[in-house]
């Protein structure tokens, strides 16, 4: 049975959706490239891995202690920071209270139920480490929709690198190279992705998603600056599939401007910047295990 009879109205499930792309961007953001990729060149000791994030810090949090889950105030129209929004004396707890009054008991029951349970599968996937498309299609399924049709693809192949010899002197050309071009990247003024689509979607402000045209350019120049390099045979293989995890989160980004002129398209792309900001967590564990091998890490 699809949720949308269980839910008041088109804006409320509007919010619903909103909120969920909003937690999913707040939990793509430890999967973000740059501290990963930065340990490339940090030695062990000194490496900044992200702490994981479980389903019911994010489904149960309530910031202001009101005894509404952060996640249901977004819903709601209230401030999760703030125990009485507009500050006129009625508690935000006791406010939505009477907002659930106007709905029978039923529809209050199975919208408070399904919208905890969408937002809980949402993140159970996530937290049991999810990392391909069907995974996510099942979420559409298990809430009675067809729209979560994420789809990575691979756009380069090995034809497309330049493959030198296993050296000493060519696999360190190849860690200095490609530190190089990551300093480069780093050093963008481009905008940071999870900045803008957080500020646009909680704001609900499409203007904002067009800022994401020169932070889609920044990781366009990383993979071209990837392809150049000269890459070892004995690492070709994770070379390909770094770029390409690149590549994919530019083409994740397009999608995800379309967020307000096509939702299914942009609620894909974000699913899909979670999906290649995981594949590429994997290879730069193999590049980092690779330079390692190499004696190259903080060289």
Do not use: C
């Not at 430890?30 to 990963?36: C, D, Q, S, V």
């Not at 000791?45 to 479980?54: C, G, H, L, Q, Y």
């Not at 990551?182 to 900045?195: G, R």
């Not at 990837?226 to 994740?252: C, E, G, Q, W, Y």
């Amino acid at each position: 049975m699809a949720i949308q009879q269980y839910l008041p109205s088109k804006e409320f499930r509007k919010k619903l959706i909103r909120v969920g792309v909003l937690l999913l961007i707040v939990v793509i953001i430890r999967f973000g490239a740059y501290p990963l990729i930065k340990n490339l060149f940090t030695k062990d000791s000194a490496r900044n891995i992200p702490d994981n994030v479980t389903v019911k810090q994010f489904v149960d949090t309530d910031t202001d202690g009101d005894k509404l889950a952060d996640w249901e105030e977004s819903i709601w129209g209230t401030d999760p920071k703030k125990p009485d929004t507009d500050n006129d004396g009625i508690s935000d707890f006791d406010y939505v209270a009477s907002k659930k009054q106007g709905l029978n008991t039923a529809e209050q029951n199975e919208t408070t139920i399904l919208s905890g349970e969408v937002l809980s599968t949402l993140f159970a996937l996530i937290d049991s480490g999810a990392t391909t498309p069907e995974a996510f299609a099942n979420l559409g399924d298990a809430v009675g929709q067809s729209v979560v049709k994420p789809e990575i693809v691979n756009k380069h192949t090995s034809a497309d690198f330049n493959v030198v010899g296993v050296t000493k002197n060519e696999v360190k050309n190849y860690y200095l190279n490609f530190q190089k071009a990551y300093n480069v990247f780093a050093k963008s003024k481009a905008p940071n992705e999870f900045t803008l689509l957080s500020v646009a979607i909680s704001a609900e402000d499409p203007d904002q998603l067009l800022d994401l045209d020169s932070t889609i350019k920044k990781y366009t120049d990383f993979e071209n600056s990837l392809l150049k390099l000269k890459v070892p045979s004995d690492n070709l293989a994770t070379h390909v599939a770094f770029t390409n995890s690149i590549a994919s989160i530019s083409l994740a980004l397009a999608k995800s401007q379309k967020l307000y002129t096509n939702s299914v398209v942009g609620i894909n792309g974000i699913i899909e910047l979670r999906l290649a900001h995981s594949n590429l967590d994997t290879q730069t564990e193999l590049l980092y295990s690779y330079f390692l091998r190499n004696n190259l890490i903080g060289v």
